[in-house]
C-alpha cells in the first residue's frame, strides 16, 4: 500500500511536469503545425540557465529561476524568428527537418558549454515531511504546486487576456485568424516565448531534485509529443489531462512491471493508438 | 526521356575510378577504415532518401533497421550460418519489420508519421540496449566472423580479410543499390513517389494507391538500411546499441541534407564528404553537432536541395549565362 | 453511365448534399450549377471518392462504387480536376501527364527494377500517349518546363490534361475556367468541346452563365444540397424555382 502510493506521488510529480512540458508544445503545434522536436531540449536548457544564473552568477535558486524563464522565452522568440519563419511557406518536411537541426544544436551547445558530466544545483528545499506513509521533499511538493499555479496561471491568461484569446484564435484557425486582421507572426512570436517559458518553469521546479545533463531533454521532448497527440494537438485540457495520466502510468508500470522499458510503454500506446487513429484520439486537423 | 549529358557521365567515370583506385592512394589503414565506414553509410543514406526526399515521408527510424540488419548479421553469424545468407537474410528481416511498421503508421501524415517513427527508433534501442539474451545489452556483440572468402574458378578465392576486401564488397553493394535506386526513380514508377511526396490527393486521384507506393517505398528503404546495417556488423566485428540509435538516425538525415535530398549522389556525397572532413577538422570534434545542428538548418532554408541541388542551380545558371553570350558554342557543350 | 442515387452527406450538423439523385449520360456535357456552398464541389468528391456518403448509392455502368478509394474510382475510368487548381508543381509538364498515365499501365516495381519488355512497352506508350495529350492541349513546346513556369491558363489546361490522359470515360471538372478571363475562358471552353468530341463524357461545375449555355447539354441545379432543376439550359433558366433560388430573377450562378 505504502508502496503504491509512494508510486502515485512520484507519478503526480513527473505527471504535472508533463502537463506543463506538454502545454508549451501544444500551443506551438496547434499554431504552426509544426512539430518542434526541439521543445524537450528547450527545457533542458531552461535547467542550465537556471544553473547558470542561480550557483554560477550566484542569484539564488528564484531570482535565478525568475530570470532563466525570461531568458527562455528570448530564446523562443529568436527560434521562432530565424528557423521557422522563413520556412512557412515551404513544404512541412522542411520544418521537421529544421526542428531536427536545432534539437542537434541545442544538445550540443548544452555539451560544449557544462559539459556531459552531470551538474547539480543544491536544493533550496531539501527538508522531508511523510503524510499517510509517503516520503515527500518540500521540493517535490513546490513541483506539483507550482504546476498546478502555473496551469490555472496560464488557464487565465489564455481566457482574460486579448493576447491569450488570440492565440487560441490561431490556433484554432490559422487563415480565419489572418482574415480577421490579427499579426500571425507576432502570435506565432508570443507563442514560442511562452511556450519556451513554460518549459523552462518546469526545469527551474526539478532541477533541484535531479542531475542535469546535456540528453535529458530528448525522452522527455518525444514524451511531450505522445501527450500533445493523444490529447488533441492545440488542446489544452488534453496536454493537462494526458501529461498527469502519463506520469501516473509510467510510475506504476515502472515501479511493478520494468523499469528498463518504462520509456517503451508511453511510445508503444502512440505507436498502438496511430496505428488505430491516425489522426489521433481527438485529432481533427491534419499537419 | 530520362537521359543525361554527356559531362555528367564523364564526371560519373571519374569518380567510379578514383573509387575503384582508393586502396592505392590511402595507405593510411585509419583513414582507409572510414572510408569504408563511408560506403555504408552512403547506402544506408541512400535507402533513407528514398522514403524522405523522393516520397517527402520523414522516416526517423531508419538507424533502427540499420541496427537490425547489423544485429542479424551478428546473430546469425555467431550461430555459425554463413555470411552471405546471413546478410540478405538480415536485410530481409529490417524490410519485414518495416512492413509491419509500415502498415499501420503510413496511415498517418506528415508530422504524426515523423513523430511515431521516432518513437519506434527510440523503442528499438532501448530493447536492443536491454534485451541481453539476444543483443547482449549495452556491451552488444563481439567477435563477429568477417565473410567467408567466395572460391572463384581458376582465380583461387576472393577474400574479405583483409581492409580492402570488405571496402570492395561495400562498394559493389553501393553501385547495386545505387543502380536499382536509379532504375527506380528514374521511370514513370519513380514518378509516383513523387507524385505522392508533391501533392498526395491529386495522386489519388489520377488512379494512385498513394498508400502503397508509400508503403513500397518505406519498405524498400529499410531493406537497403538492413543490408547497411548487416556489413557494418560483419566489418566492425562487433555491434553495440548504438548501432540501432537515433542519434544514427540524425547522422543519416544530415548526410542526405547536407548532400542533396531528393537527388541520387546527394546522400553519397554527404556521407563521404563530412565524416573524412570531421577526421581532417578533428579540433572541432566537440563542436560537431553544434556545426552540423545549425547547417541543417540553414541548408534546409536557404538550399533545401543541399550541395548537390545547389551546384545543379549553379550549373544551370551558368550554362544560361553561357547561351546568353555564346549561343553559338551551346550545342558543343552538349 | 453515371448514376448518383439519394444521396446525402453531412458535416456535423450542417447537410452539404440532400437526397441528391441524377445521372450522367454517356457523350453528353452535364453542368453542374449552384450558388457558392450549394454542395457542388462536394457532389465531385462524393462520386471520387474522397469523401463517403453518409447514406445513397454511386453507380457506373451499373457497378457499385459507393465508399471506394479515390484510386479505385479513377482506374474505373472517372477523372477529375479540382476546384483550385491542383497539379505536381515540383514536376515538369511531361511528368505530371505521365503520372496520370500511370495506372493504365503495368510500370509497378519489380517490372521497373529489372526492365521488363513489358516495362519497355508500357514506358514508351505512356510517353507516346503524355506528347499526344500535350499536342491536344496546345502544350507540347512546353513539355520540359517546370509548372511554375506556365501560365494560369496553361496550368488549368494541364490540370484538364492530367485527368484526360488515361482516356477516361468520365471527365469532372470542377470550375475549369475559374479566375480565367473571358479570352482565356473561350479558349478553355473549345478545349472541352474538343474533349467531348473525342468521346470523353464531360461533367463540369461552372459558375459563368453565359459559357454553360452555350457548352452544357443538360444543367442540374443545386441549392442548399437539393436539387431544384434538371434539364435543357432554355428550360433550366425559365424554371420559377431556378429564378427564385437566384433571387429576382437574373441568373448569375
Ligand atoms: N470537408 C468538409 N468538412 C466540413 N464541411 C464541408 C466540407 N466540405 C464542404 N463543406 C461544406 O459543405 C458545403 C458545400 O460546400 P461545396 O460543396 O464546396 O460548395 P460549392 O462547391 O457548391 O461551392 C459548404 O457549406 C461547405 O462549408
Ligand atoms: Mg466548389
Redesign the interface.
Known amino acids: 500500500m505504502d508502496l503504491f502510493l509512494q508510486q502515485v506521488f512520484n507519478g503526480i510529480m513527473f505527471g504535472s511536469t508533463y502537463a506543463i512540458v506538454a502545454l508549451g508544445l501544444t500551443l506551438v ?1 496547434g499554431i504552426l ?3 518542434n ?1 526541439a521543445h524537450g531540449h528547450l527545457y533542458m536548457l531552461g535547467g542550465y540557465l537556471l544553473f547558470f544564473f542561480a550557483s554560477t552568477i550566484g542569484l539564488g535558486y528564484w531570482l535565478g529561476m525568475i530570470v532563466s524563464v525570461a531568458a527562455m522565452g528570448v530564446v523562443g522568440v529568436i527560434m521562432e524568428r ?2 521557422y519563419r ?2 512557412n511557406d ?5 520544418a ?3 526542428a ?10 548544452a ?2 558549454v557544462w559539459g556531459s558530466q552531470g551538474l547539480r544545483i543544491p536544493n533550496p528545499h531539501p527538508q522531508i515531511i511523510e503524510i499517510m506513509g509517503i516520503t515527500m521533499s518540500i521540493q517535490r511538493l513546490l513541483v506539483i504546486f507550482g504546476a498546478i499555479a502555473l496551469i490555472l496561471g496560464l488557464h487565465l491568461f489564455m481566457k482574460k487576456t486579448i493576447l491569450g484569446i488570440t492565440i487560441e484564435a490561431v490556433a484554432q484557425n490559422r487563415e480565419g485568424a489572418m482574415l480577421t486582421g490579427i499579426n500571425v507572426n507576432r502570435v506565432s512570436s508570443m507563442t514560442f516565448a511562452i511556450s519556451a517559458g513554460t518549459a523552462a518553469v518546469a526545469a527551474s521546479l526539478l532541477t533541484p531534485i535531479f542531475m542535469l545533463s546535456p540528453s535529458m531533454g ?2 522527455l521532448g ?1 514524451k511531450a ?2 501527450i500533445v ?1 493523444l490529447g488533441g494537438m492545440g488542446s489544452i485540457p488534453g496536454a493537462i489531462f494526458g501529461g498527469f495520466l502519463l506520469g501516473l502510468i509510467e510510475a506504476l508500470g515502472g515501479g511493478y512491471i520494468s523499469a ?2 518504462k ?2 510503454f508511453a ?2 500506446a ?2 498502438l493508438i ?3 487513429k ?3 484520439l481527438f485529432g481533427q486537423k ?2 | 526521356m530520362f537521359t543525361k549529358p554527356i559531362h555528367t557521365k564523364l564526371l560519373y567515370l571519374a569518380i567510379l575510378a578514383a573509387a575503384l583506385l582508393l586502396p592505392w592512394y590511402v595507405p593510411d589503414a585509419y583513414i582507409f577504415q572510414i572510408v569504408t565506414m563511408s560506403v555504408l553509410y552512403a547506402i544506408a543514406a541512400s535507402g533513407m532518401n528514398l522514403i ?1 526526399g523522393f516520397t ?1 515521408q ?1 522516416t ?1 527510424a531508419h538507424g533502427a533497421f540499420f541496427g537490425m540488419g547489423a544485429y542479424g548479421v551478428a546473430i546469425m553469424t555467431k550461430a555459425g550460418i554463413v555470411f552471405w545468407l546471413a546478410l540478405p537474410v538480415s536485410a530481409l528481416i529490417a524490410a519485414f519489420i518495416g512492413l509491419l ?1 509500415g502498415l ?2 503510413l ?6 508519421f ?3 517513427t ?3 527508433g ?2 528499438v534501442w ?2 536492443s540496449g ?1 534485451w541481453i539474451e539476444l543483443t547482449g545489452g549495452h556491451n552488444g556483440i563481439f567477435g563477429i566472423p568477417r565473410p567467408s572468402p567466395i572460391p572463384v574458378p581458376f582465380f583461387g578465392q576472393i577474400e574479405f580479410f583483409t581492409q580492402t576486401g570488405m571496402y570492395y564488397l561495400a562498394l559493389a553493394v553501393l553501385l547495386l543499390v545505387l543502380f536499382a535506386l536509379y532504375r527506380l526513380v528514374y521511370s514513370v514508377f519513380g514518378l509516383t513517389f513523387m507524385a505522392v511526396r508533391n501533392n498526395e490527393p491529386l495522386a489519388d486521384s489520377v488512379g494512385i494507391n498513394t498508400y502503397a507506393t508509400k508503403l513500397v517505398s518505406f519498405v524498400a528503404g529499410c531493406f537497403i538500411a538492413g543490408l547497411a546495417g548487416g556489413m557494418y556488423a560483419a566489418m566492425m566485428g562487433a555491434v553495440s546499441p548504438s548501432a540501432a540509435g ?1 542519434m544514427l538516425t ?1 547522422n543519416f ?1 544530415i548526410f542526405v ?1 547536407l548532400g542533396g535530398m531528393a537527388t541520387l549522389p546527394g546522400p553519397v556525397v554527404g556521407a563521404f564528404a563530412i565524416p573524412v572532413l570531421m577526421e581532417f577538422m578533428q579540433f572541432l570534434d ?5 556545426i ?6 540553414m541548408v ?2 536557404y538550399f ?1 536541395m543541399g550541395l548537390v541541388g545547389g551546384l545543379r542551380r549553379l550549373n544551370q545558371k551558368v550554362a544560361a549565362w553561357r547561351q546568353q553570350k555564346f549561343p553559338e558554342s551551346d550545342h558543343a557543350s552538349r | 453511365m453515371l448514376r448518383v442515387e439519394s444521396v446525402t452527406k453531412r458535416f456535423q450538423g450542417l447537410v452539404a448534399v440532400q437526397d441528391l439523385s441524377f445521372e450522367i449520360i454517356k457523350g453528353e456535357i452535364l453542368a453542374i450549377i449552384g450558388p457558392n456552398g450549394a454542395g457542388k464541389s462536394t457532389v465531385f468528391n462524393l462520386i471520387t471518392g474522397t469523401l463517403k456518403p453518409t447514406s445513397g448509392q454511386i453507380f457506373i455502368n451499373e457497378l457499385d462504387i459507393t465508399g471506394a478509394r479515390p484510386h479505385q474510382v479513377a482506374s474505373k475510368g472517372i477523372s477529375r480536376t479540382f476546384q483550385t487548381t491542383s497539379l505536381f508543381d515540383q514536376l515538369r509538364v511531361i511528368d505530371n501527364l505521365m503520372i496520370g498515365y500511370k495506372w493504365r499501365t503495368n510500370l509497378g516495381f519489380w517490372n521497373t527494377l529489372f526492365h521488363t519488355p513489358r516495362w519497355k512497352a508500357h514506358q514508351a506508350e505512356t510517353y507516346q500517349r503524355a506528347m499526344e495529350t500535350l499536342d491536344f492541349l496546345g502544350l507540347a513546346e512546353k513539355h520540359d518546363q517546370f509548372v511554375p513556369a506556365l501560365s494560369q491558363e496553361e496550368q488549368k489546361r494541364l490540370a484538364i490534361g492530367i485527368a484526360l490522359v488515361s482516356k477516361p470515360h468520365i471527365l469532372l471538372l470542377d470550375e475549369p475556367t475559374g479566375g480565367l478571363i473571358q479570352e482565356e475562358t473561350d479558349r478553355v471552353t473549345d478545349l472541352i468541346r474538343r474533349v467531348r468530341e473525342q468521346g470523353t463524357t464531360v461533367c463540369l461545375i461552372e459558375h459563368k452563365m453565359q459559357m454553360i449555355m452555350g457548352l452544357a447539354d443538360r444543367i442540374v441545379v443545386l441549392n442548399y444540397g437539393k436539387k431544384i432543376s434538371e434539364g435543357a439550359p432554355a428550360e433550366v433558366k425559365s424554371d420559377q424555382a431556378v429564378i427564385e433560388a437566384y433571387l429576382g430573377g437574373e441568373v448569375h450562378a
Not at chain 2, 496511415?107 to 504524426?112: F, L
Not at chain 2, 566537440?286 to 553544434?290: A, E, I, S
Request: one cysteine or more; glycine letters at 6%; proline letters at 6%.
Open positions: 503545434m503545425n509544426i512539430p522536436f530565424i528557423v522563413p520556412l515551404q513544404p512541412h518536411i522542411n521537421f527537418i529544421a531536427v537541426g536545432s534539437l542537434l544544436f541545442l544538445e550540443s551547445f555539451l560544449v530528448a525522452i518525444m509529443f505522445v497527440i528498463a522499458y520509456d517503451v511510445f508503444g502512440l505507436i496511430l496505428s488505430i491516425p489522426t489521433g491534419e499537419v | 524522405l517527402g520523414v526517423l511498421i499501420p503508421t496511415r498517418t501524415r506528415g508530422a504524426y515523423a513523430i511515431v521516432l518513437c519506434f527510440v523503442i532501448i530493447v536491454n537515433y540524425f538525415l541534407i566537440d563542436y560537431r553537432m553544434l552540423f545542428g545549425a547547417l541543417l538548418i534546409i532554408i533545401p
